[in-house]
């Protein structure tokens, strides 16, 4: 029941900026805290951003912190992931996740690539 569909992926210069969107159904969305994920090839998933059900509290990786911004709108039960001043580093396949149900839940996942 609990679905996440990720979108916004592709390709980018470096320096350049994509915003990720993450479309959420099947819970409440609003009590809910959401998380992006990362893998990269020959890499383990890692943790990019969370955050809180409300939008009061947000955690970033050291690596992305300033450059990258979590956001939701539990109107439209969407979060966002703005990624500005990407890298070639920035490549990997992005996840949203959230937890319910006693499980960590994720989308199919979304392929961005940084490269000239």
């Known amino acids: 029941q609990v679905q996440l569909v990720e979108s916004g992926g592709g390709l980018v210069q470096p320096g350049g900026s994509l915003r990720l969107s993450c479309a959420a159904s099947g819970f409440t969305f609003s009590t809910s805290a959401m998380s992006w994920y990362r893998q990269a090839p020959g890499k383990e998933r890692e943790l990019v951003a969370s955050?809180?059900?409300?939008?009061?509290?947000?955690n970033y990786a050291n690596s992305v912190k300033g450059r990258f911004t979590i956001s939701r709108d539990n109107a439209k039960n969407t979060v966002y992931l703005q990624m500005n001043s990407l890298k070639s580093e920035d490549t990997a396949v992005y996840y949203c996740?959230?937890?319910?149900?006693?499980?960590?839940?994720w989308g199919q996942g979304t392929q961005v690539t940084v490269s000239s």
């Open positions: 955050i809180a059900s409300a939008g009061t509290s947000t």
């Open positions: 996740s959230a937890y319910r149900l006693a499980r960590r839940h």
